[in-house]
């Protein structure tokens, strides 16, 4: 199994600033994912990043709203830049475990815009 | 991934079996049927996943019918800490391989 690591837990952020949040995986992994889960919503995939390479993004979600580091292995970071109320969320990242069928998932952070 | 379909909630009684619904009519061959589970205010956790035949690990059972339409996940003995929400996912495995989710059950466990 993985263990995954988030900061911070939960933020309350003005309207138009950015916020960065980290992931931080206990082994090497090639591939993170990013989700945000809107409130009483499922998880809707923002991102695959690669370490290495520029992130992969999904419908929807653009690098300028979204920007992805990967520096390395087993860290990432996703901004939420010029925030607005419609951006509070739970964000999670998740990685692929070693036997490649089953996704390990972070904590969490919530987001509360205002 | 295939589309898959599921009751929005379910209620099941503490201690009795807790039978999930999940409807993949649209599934390909070489697509698994994966489930996971979101208590509240944590992340998803794997539970199991199967192809073809039935399969059964120390969480769940997984009951996949003959023609790859539907399936069923099945909690033998149903506790408080079970109450979350289901998510059945169509999904071809492999690492590089994103998790897309649907809407899931949300199951409540009453005492």
């Known amino acids: 199994s993985a263990v995954i690591s988030q900061k911070p837990s939960r933020d309350i952020c003005q309207r138009g600033t950015s916020l960065t949040i980290q992931c931080q995986v206990d082994?090497?992994?090639?591939?993170m994912f990013w989700y945000r889960q809107q409130p009483g919503q499922s998880l809707t995939l923002i991102a695959t990043a690669n370490q290495g390479s520029e992130a992969t993004y999904e419908s929807g979600f653009v690098i300028d709203k979204f920007p992805i580091s990967r520096p390395n292995l087993t860290f990432s970071t996703l901004t939420v830049s010029n925030m607005s109320p419609e951006d509070s969320s739970i964000y999670l990242c998740s990685v692929p475990g070693t036997s490649v069928y089953e996704q390990f998932f972070g904590p969490g952070t919530r987001l509360t815009v205002l | 991934d295939a589309k898959t379909t599921q009751p929005p909630s379910m209620d099941c009684a503490e201690g009795r079996a807790a039978n999930l619904p999940c409807n993949h009519s649209?599934?390909?061959?070489?697509?698994?049927v994966y489930w996971y589970r979101q208590i509240h205010s944590q992340g998803p956790q794997y539970i199991i996943h199967?192809?073809?035949n039935n399969e059964t690990n120390e969480m769940a059972s997984l009951i996949i019918t003959e023609d790859r339409k539907s399936s069923t996940l099945i909690l033998p003995h149903a506790t408080l800490r079970d109450t979350a929400v289901y998510y059945c996912i169509a999904h071809l495995g492999g690492a590089t391989n994103k998790l897309i989710f649907g809407t899931g059950t949300l199951l409540a466990v009453q005492p």
């Open positions: 082994s090497q992994v090639t591939m």
């Open positions: 649209t599934i390909s061959g070489n697509e698994y």
């Open positions: 199967g192809l073809k």
